[in-house]
């Protein structure tokens, strides 16, 4: 693979459902990874870097419209392209 193309810069606040005013898709053209308190997380459904937030599912619940539930846990949180 060819690493010419530049990648955009990753948000401050980042969703991957495409219903969100945060999704933005150019970003998931390209791996994403996660560091949340120094461990890489590959479960991570949002994350805002400035407030110290990701959200991930909270086991098997789904809401009344088959969405996951979300947990929102802070701490030290970082965001980068592999």
Same mark, same amino acid.
């Given at each position: 693979?060819?690493?010419?193309?530049?990648?955009? *810069? $990753?948000?401050?606040? $980042?969703?991957?459902?495409?219903?969100?005013?945060?999704? =933005?898709?150019? =970003?998931?053209?390209? *791996? =994403?990874?996660?560091?949340?308190?120094?461990?890489?997380?590959?479960d991570v459904e949002e994350y805002c870097i400035s407030e110290g937030w990701i959200k991930v599912p909270a086991g098997k619940a789904l809401d009344r419209k088959g969405n996951p539930m979300l947990i929102k846990l802070k701490g030290k949180v970082e965001a980068f392209y592999r």
């Open positions: 693979m060819n690493d010419t193309t530049t990648k955009p *810069e $990753l948000p401050d606040h $980042l969703s991957i459902d495409p219903r969100s005013k945060f999704h =933005v898709p150019a =970003v998931f053209e390209h *791996e =994403v990874a996660i560091k949340f308190n120094d461990k890489e997380r590959h």
